[in-house]
C-alpha cells in the first residue's frame, strides 16, 4: 500500500513538473510576442535605454495581466494560489530585464559595434538631399555598427565625390556587381524627386542582392509607423526582407488557409443560413453574388460575395468611369481623395448595408480559400477592367495569391488613395511572413466588429 502511495505522489510531483514546464514555455512565447507587438526587437529601441525601458514595463504588464486572467479563470495553482509566488517572479522578471536590456544591452552593443567583425558595410542609394543627411547620420552613429562602402546614384558620374569625400561607385544597374565587389551588408534607398514606378524599379534591383534592403522616403509615408517602420537613423526607414516565396513557407502558409478556412466554414454555417434568410426576405434575387476577379499573375476566378445591392446593380457603367478616374488621378465621384468604395449607396439593401459596413459580405470568400484561388491574406483581387487599367508598377502586387484581408483593409481601409493602397499591397507582398499575416489577421477582428471604413 505504502509502495503505491509513493508512486502516486511521484506521478503527481512529475505532472506538476510538466505542468510548470508546459506553461513556462507558454508564458515565454507570449512575452517574445509581446514584445514583437512593442518593437522591442528593433535595434532604434534596444540600444536606447528610457523609450527601451517604457516599452519594457508596458510589455511586461501586458504579460502579467494575461497570466493573472489565465490563473483566475483556469483556477492553476501554479498562479492563482500564492500571491507570494506571483509577486516575486513578477518582480523577478522586471529587474532581469531591466538589468538585461536596459542597463548591459546598450553599452555591450556600444563596445562590439566599434568592432571590425562586427562592421556592417552598406551603400546608401541616391546622393541627393536625402542621401547626404542619411550618410551624415549614419557617420555620427558608429553605434550603429554601419561602415559606408560609397553612393549610388543615376545623375552623378561614377568616381565623384560628394559630401566629406564619399564616392558615387555607379548607379542602379550595377548595384548587383557593386554590392559583390564591396562585400555590402546593407542597401539603404534614400530617394525623394521619384516616381513610384522608377522607385519601386529600384527597390526590384536592390532585391535581387543578398543584401537587406532598406528605404527611406516620403513615397512610402503610407507604410504605418507602429507595425512596419523603425528609426533605423533620424528618419523612419521601412525594412524591406527578400519576401519568404520558399516552397516551405507556400506549403505552410497553403496548409493554414485551408484548415481555417474549413473550420470557420463549418462553424458560421448557421451564422450563413440566418444571413440568407434575411437576403432573400428584403430584397428579390440569389443569397450570393459572384462575380470575376483577377487573381494571382492575371488569373481570372469567380470571387464569392453575400448579395448586398439589388439585382442589376452591377451593370451600371458609370462606375467604370468612376474607377478610371480614381486610378488615374484619385478623383472621386463623392470629391474624395481616398480609397471609399465607388458605390451608388441608394443601389444598396436594407440588409446589406450592415454587411458592408461589417464587412460580413466577404466572409463567403472563404469558399475561394478553400479552393486555392484565394489566400486568408494577402492583396484584394480587382475586377478584370480595373486590372486593364492598371499602370504598369501595379501588376507587382498580382505575384501572389490575393486576400480575403490585407495590409491595406486594415492599416488604410478607406483612407488611402490607389496608389498608397498598391504600394501598402506591395509592401506586403515583400515582407511576407507568418508573423505578419497573424498581426493582419488579428487586426481584422476589430475592423470588422467596429464596421470602420466599411461600406
Known amino acids: 500500500m505504502s509502495a503505491v502511495l509513493i508512486k502516486e505522489v511521484a506521478n503527481i510531483k512529475d505532472f506538476s513538473a510538466s505542468s510548470q514546464f508546459i506553461f513556462s514555455l507558454i508564458f515565454s512565447l507570449l512575452l517574445a510576442f509581446i514584445f514583437q ?25 501586458i504579460g502579467l495581466a494575461i497570466y493573472v486572467i489565465v490563473g483566475f479563470l483556469s483556477k492553476f495553482t501554479l498562479i492563482y494560489n500564492s500571491r507570494l509566488v506571483f509577486i516575486s517572479f513578477a518582480t523577478l ?20 559595434m566599434n568592432l571590425k567583425i562586427f562592421k556592417r558595410k552598406c551603400i546608401i542609394v541616391g546622393g541627393g538631399e536625402l542621401g547626404k543627411r542619411i550618410l551624415n547620420d549614419i557617420t555620427a552613429k ?14 552623378i558620374t561614377p568616381g565623384a565625390r560628394i559630401l566629406n569625400g564619399y564616392k558615387i561607385l555607379g548607379n542602379v544597374g550595377d548595384i548587383i556587381k557593386i554590392c559583390e565587389e564591396q562585400n555590402v551588408d546593407e542597401i539603404i534607398i534614400g530617394i525623394d524627386n521619384i516616381t513610384h514606378e522608377r522607385l519601386i524599379k529600384i527597390i526590384e534591383e536592390a532585391k535581387k542582392t543578398k543584401c537587406t534592403v532598406r528605404l527611406t522616403s516620403s513615397i512610402f509615408k503610407v507604410i504605418p509607423n507602429r507595425l512596419t517602420t523603425e528609426y533605423y537613423i533620424d528618419f523612419p526607414t521601412v525594412t524591406l526582407t527578400r519576401g ?26 448557421p451564422f450563413f443560413l440566418l444571413i440568407a434568410v434575411l437576403i432573400k426576405m428584403t430584397s428579390r434575387g440569389p443569397v450570393f453574388y459572384v462575380h470575376e476577379r483577377v487573381g494571382k499573375d492575371g488569373k481570372r476566378f469567380k470571387m464569392y460575395k453575400f448579395r448586398t445591392m439589388y439585382l442589376d446593380a452591377d451593370k451600371d457603367k458609370t462606375r467604370v468611369e468612376w474607377m478610371k478616374k480614381f486610378i488615374e488621378n484619385g478623383e472621386h ?81 478607406a483612407k488611402t488613395n490607389f496608389d498608397d493602397m498598391v504600394l ?14 497573424l498581426q493582419i489577421i488579428l487586426k481584422t477582428i476589430p475592423v470588422m466588429l467596429f464596421g470602420k471604413g466599411g461600406g
Open 244 to 269: 519568404l516565396y520558399s516552397e516551405i513557407y507556400l506549403i505552410q502558409k497553403r496548409i493554414v488557409d485551408f484548415a481555417i478556412s474549413l473550420i470557420a466554414l463549418i462553424f458560421l454555417s
Open 93 to 112: 522578471l522586471i529587474s532581469l530585464f531591466t538589468l538585461y536590456r536596459v542597463i548591459l544591452l546598450p553599452q555591450f552593443l556600444k563596445h562590439f
Open 37 to 61: 507587438w512593442n518593437a522591442l526587437y528593433r535595434i532604434n529601441v534596444f540600444s536606447t535605454r528610457v523609450p527601451q525601458l517604457i516599452r519594457l514595463l508596458k510589455s511586461i504588464s
Open 333 to 413: 465621384p463623392d470629391g474624395e481623395t481616398s480609397s471609399k468604395k465607388v458605390v451608388d449607396k441608394r443601389k444598396i439593401t436594407p440588409i446589406g448595408r450592415i454587411l458592408r459596413k461589417f464587412s460580413i459580405d466577404e466572409l463567403p470568400q472563404l469558399i475561394n480559400v478553400l479552393k486555392g484561388e484565394m489566400s486568408l491574406v494577402g492583396p484584394r483581387p480587382v475586377l478584370p477592367y480595373e486590372y486593364e487599367m492598371f499602370k504598369p508598377w501595379y501588376y507587382e502586387r498580382n505575384k501572389v495569391l490575393p486576400g480575403c484581408t490585407g495590409f491595406w483593409q486594415v492599416y488604410g481601409r
Open 142 to 155: 558608429p553605434e550603429l555598427g554601419l561602415e559606408i562602402a560609397g553612393i549610388v546614384d543615376d545623375n
Open 424 to 437: 501598402m499591397d506591395i509592401y506586403y507582398i515583400q515582407n511576407m511572413s507568418p508573423w505578419l499575416d
